[in-house]
């Protein structure tokens, strides 16, 4: 993720050359940019070409949008099982790209009056409440719009992992809150949280007298024509929605039945297209309307991208957040965007105002680490729009870093092996037993300290609470670090007994001098 730049615009003195262009002129240029904007088009395609493959992903659909129109559509791969690549049309799960339309919900209904984004979220629910009572009563809904509530990250990711599939599921889960603190003070900084746009979604509700569902597919959905959009994955499936993967070491894994947790729709569980999204980024850009149809003032669309507070997430500046958005002043030139993650998609959306020009990049695969990778991606697509220098680099080599791992795995299994020959060669062979120290200081202290790391980082997992979150995000290295730990529990204390029951210290003297101890193994 870039670094947040001072914002230079660039366009002003084009602007004037082409005010004062003679019409011949003016056509020429007009040429020649869209030639520019095809050059730019196939060299996205050709990127994408190559990445892709090497990060192993299934499907992807990408389009461009320029003023009203979709001006480049890109896919690659597959949607589903039965091959077909993925078109406008196919659904994706947006995941956090879910919050901006949230945001737009509440600044409709703020329009309306039925809410004022300053008010305390209690005037709304009443019943909502924090382990910190004044903290609590401080909350306001804008405080939610724009990650500075103080409620923790760490409570939303475990929301993640809850399947409950009720229809006040997203009611549960915030009153689970009241045995948790929150981590900052109302309004003293920003920390991203699924938690402050799932409490949005039930203020839509208590505001706007209808479920968060019905108000989204009715005043957002709807006039927007977005056909191919939907709040449940029942209604996305009967429309031909991708199937998900997740990853394993880079192997990726059809997930069509992985549940999902309803009660974070609001904050990341919405389902649309390419070609729907299309539609939604320019109302963005028009400033809240698109073919004649309104869905928002311009005032409140640009409230939804004016910067808030400056936004940053573990140790990593990412320019400013406003409602639903993070805007960048990058070296080329504005850029409002979001990414999206959940445990087998991926999104990621871009508005760059001065092209007029919206982007949205959909994945049917995802993996904690490979995310990462996937924004690498999206960035450097938003770079050649903006001609800006573009890194090339492998980004497939994240898989040979992740099967490292295993090596994790391979070193206890030789420490097992060498261990149980080693003790067999003493009980053979008597005169190569060593001494007491030795055994101590060469065989029991490293290797248990070896095992013991395992077992702390393991335990550290579960008692967090984190481990269903985990398991969803991070299978692999999180299936492999709970199956070392149990491994090295084990064995810590057979390996003990092994060594002192099964070979019996008998000497004083630990070796001869002719003679240096054996390397342990792990």
Same mark, same amino acid.
């Given at each position: ?17 082409? !005010?004062?262009?003679?019409? /011949? ?36 659909? &990408?389009?461009? %949008? ?20 993925? /078109? ?72 993640? /992992? ?18 948790? +603190? #929150? +981590? ?24 706007? $007298? ?6 989204? *597919? ?5 006039? &927007?024509?977005? %056909? ?29 039945? &992985? #549940?999902?947790?309803? $009660? ?18 320019? !109302? ?25 507070? +400056? ?67 999206? *960035? ?34 030789? $420490? ?13 062979? #008597? ?5 007491? !120290? ?20 393991? !335990?550290? &997992? ?22 070392? $730990?149990?491994? +090295? ?34």
């Amino acid at each position: 993720m870039k670094k947040n730049f001072i914002f230079i615009c660039r366009c002003v003195s084009a602007a004037i050359l082409l !005010a004062l262009s003679f019409p /011949a002129m003016l056509q020429a240029d007009e040429t020649k940019g869209q030639k520019n904007s095809v050059d730019i088009y196939k060299a996205v395609d050709a990127y994408l070409d190559r990445q892709l493959y090497r990060l192993n992903i299934p499907g992807t659909a &990408l389009a461009i %949008v320029e003023g009203t129109e979709i001006a480049h559509f890109y896919n690659f791969g597959e949607a589903g099982p039965s091959g077909e690549k993925p /078109a406008l049309t196919t659904p994706f799960i947006l995941g956090s790209l879910t919050k901006s339309i949230t945001a737009m919900a509440i600044m409709q209904l703020a329009e309306a009056g039925k809410l004022t984004p300053d008010a305390p979220v209690q005037q709304y629910l009443p019943w909502f409440k924090t382990a910190d009572a004044y903290a609590s009563a401080k909350i306001t809904v804008r405080h939610l719009l724009n990650h500075t509530s103080g409620l923790s990250m760490f409570s939303g990711m475990k929301h993640l /992992a809850v399947f409950d599939d009720s229809a006040d599921a997203c009611e549960q889960r915030i009153r689970e809150l009241e045995t948790f +603190s #929150p +981590s900052r003070a109302p309004g003293e900084a920003f920390e991203y949280s699924d938690v402050n746009y799932n409490l949005l979604g039930l203020v839509i509700e208590a505001a706007g $007298g209808e479920r968060y569902d019905d108000y989204i *597919e009715k005043h957002i959905f709807a006039p &927007l024509g977005m %056909v191919n959009s939907h709040t449940n994955q029942g209604d996305a499936v009967s429309d031909n929605m991708a199937t998900g993967h997740t990853m394993r070491f880079g192997l990726t894994k059809p997930e069509p039945d &992985l #549940p999902r947790p309803t $009660g974070s729709t609001p904050s990341g569980q919405l389902i649309s297209s390419a070609g729907d999204m299309s539609r939604y980024m320019a !109302a963005m850009l028009q400033g809240g309307a698109v073919n004649g149809t309104r869905v928002l003032s311009t005032e409140s669309t640009a409230e939804l991208v004016r910067p808030a507070v +400056s936004a940053g997430s573990m140790g990593v500046d990412m320019g400013d957040y406003a409602m639903g958005w993070f805007i960048e002043n990058g070296a080329g030139e504005l850029r409002i965007w979001h990414d999206g993650m959940v445990p087998d998609f991926f999104s990621y959306m871009v508005l760059l105002p001065e092209q007029d020009r919206g982007l949205i990049f959909l994945v049917n695969a995802n993996h904690m680490i490979v995310n990462y990778s996937l924004l690498d991606v999206s *960035e450097a697509i938003t770079d050649m729009l903006t001609n800006q220098p573009v890194e090339t680099g492998d980004m497939g080599g994240v898989f040979r870093t992740l099967r490292l791992f295993l090596l994790l795995l391979l070193l206890q299994i030789f $420490g097992i092996v060498f261990t149980v020959s080693r003790v067999r060669r003493w009980r053979n062979n #008597p005169e190569r037993r060593p001494g007491k !120290a030795v055994v101590f200081w060469i065989y029991i202290i490293p290797a248990s300290v070896f095992h013991f790391l395992i077992v702390v980082s393991a !335990a550290a &997992l579960l008692f967090m609470g984190m481990t269903r979150f985990m398991m969803l995000f991070l299978p692999d290295l999180t299936g492999l670090l709970l199956f070392s $730990g149990g491994i +090295s529990f084990i064995w810590i204390w057979l390996r003990i007994l092994l060594i002192f029951r099964k070979a019996p210290i008998g000497s004083k003297k630990p070796f001869s001098r002719q003679r240096r101890p054996d390397t342990a193994g792990a």
